[in-house]
């Protein structure tokens, strides 16, 4: 038993080694439902509680699997979402009508954003103090249950 937590550690370790730690870079992004661009920063400053900051691609079956939970987070806290080289604000946009997500999506075809931060794979999810310094970082599959509990002690610690 103790092996498998051993191993599950680091795991954890590798998947993160290339992300950014510390302060998130900032960045401006255009919303798929066109309804402009977002700036990180002024959406940090814009309430005193933490952000979580959601890596997805349209083709990416693991990102599918948590667009339920980041759909009942992105209705009850703040959130923002990546689109990675997923194509155009118009192909994000038809993806989401689709799936039913009115979740914000900023645009990153090239992987611009993506690569600021480190991004090798996704999901790739990042929670943000207000400050802008991460609080936590995590590769793969996240429930709802524990990204909720990063939000909660992003607060306090």
Same mark, same amino acid.
């Given at each position: 038993?103790?092996?498998?937590?051993?191993?599950?550690?680091?795991?954890?370790?590798?998947?993160?080694?290339?992300?950014?730690?510390?302060?998130?870079?900032?960045?401006?992004?255009?919303?798929? &439902?066109?309804? @402009?661009?977002?700036?990180?920063?002024?959406?940090?400053? #814009?309430?005193? !509680?933490?952000?979580? $900051?959601?890596?997805?691609?349209?083709?990416?079956?693991?990102?599918?699997?948590?667009?339920?939970?980041?759909?009942?987070?992105?209705?009850?806290?703040?959130?923002?979402?990546?689109?990675?080289?997923?194509?155009?604000?118009?192909?994000?946009?038809?993806?989401?009508?689709?799936?039913?997500?009115?979740?914000?999506?900023?645009? &990153?075809?090239? @992987?611009?954003?993506?690569?600021?931060?480190?991004?090798? #794979?996704?999901? !790739?999810?990042?929670? $943000?103090?207000?400050?802008?310094?991460?609080?936590?970082?995590?590769?793969?599959?996240?429930?709802?249950?524990?990204?909720?509990?990063?939000?909660?002690?992003?607060?306090?610690?």
């Amino acid at each position: 038993m103790a092996f498998i937590a051993l191993a599950v550690l680091l795991v954890g370790i590798w998947q993160n080694r290339t992300l950014v730690d510390g302060e998130a870079p900032a960045f401006d992004g255009e919303l798929a &439902d066109g309804t @402009g661009a977002l700036n990180l920063a002024g959406t940090l400053q #814009a309430a005193d !509680t933490p952000l979580l $900051l959601h890596f997805w691609a349209t083709w990416c079956g693991v990102c599918a699997m948590m667009d339920d939970q980041i759909e009942a987070i992105a209705r009850n806290g703040r959130t923002v979402t990546v689109a990675y080289q997923s194509g155009d604000a118009r192909a994000v946009a038809q993806h989401l009508s689709r799936q039913q997500r009115v979740f914000p999506a900023v645009v &990153d075809p090239q @992987g611009v954003i993506a690569s600021q931060y480190g991004i090798t #794979a996704v999901p !790739t999810s990042f929670i $943000l103090r207000p400050d802008g310094s991460i609080a936590f970082r995590s590769v793969g599959y996240s429930t709802g249950w524990g990204l909720r509990a990063r939000l909660w002690l992003a607060r306090y610690f």
